[in-house]
């Protein structure tokens, strides 16, 4: 068993900035992808960012604003998020695929005020 710990939510106004971060722990076997997902009201859980091996990919609406990164040695994934807007207002959760299992975060808010 996986256990995916997120943190670095929390309320920024429009423009501004958030690192979120997501550690792994427990039974790790050999991670082959990990990526941030968000979730606002009424909406369906969409992929935000994404890397596997040197590949890394990003839904169009956060090209060029965040930056997907992550670490090996600490088995832990990042999410920077510059020029913020109101719409990236979310829950996001960190999934994490080990030995073709995924795994999901508890989610963590981000809330960009206008």
């Known amino acids: 068993q996986v256990e995916l710990v997120e943190s670095g939510g929390g309320l920024v106004q429009a423009g501004g900035s958030l690192s979120l971060s997501c550690t792994a722990s427990g039974s790790i076997g050999r991670i082959r992808a990990m990526g941030w997902y968000r979730q606002s009201p009424g909406n369906q859980r969409e992929l935000v960012a994404h890397?596997?091996?040197?590949?890394?990919y990003y839904t169009d609406s956060v090209k060029g604003r965040f930056t997907i990164s992550g670490d090996n040695a600490k088995s832990t994934v990042y999410l920077q998020m510059t020029s913020l807007k109101p719409e990236d207002t979310a829950v996001y959760y960190c999934?994490?695929?080990?030995?073709?299992?995924?795994?999901w975060g508890k989610g963590t808010q981000v809330t960009v005020s206008s």
């Open positions: 890397m596997t091996g040197g590949s890394t």
């Open positions: 999934n994490v695929d080990d030995r073709g299992v995924a795994y």
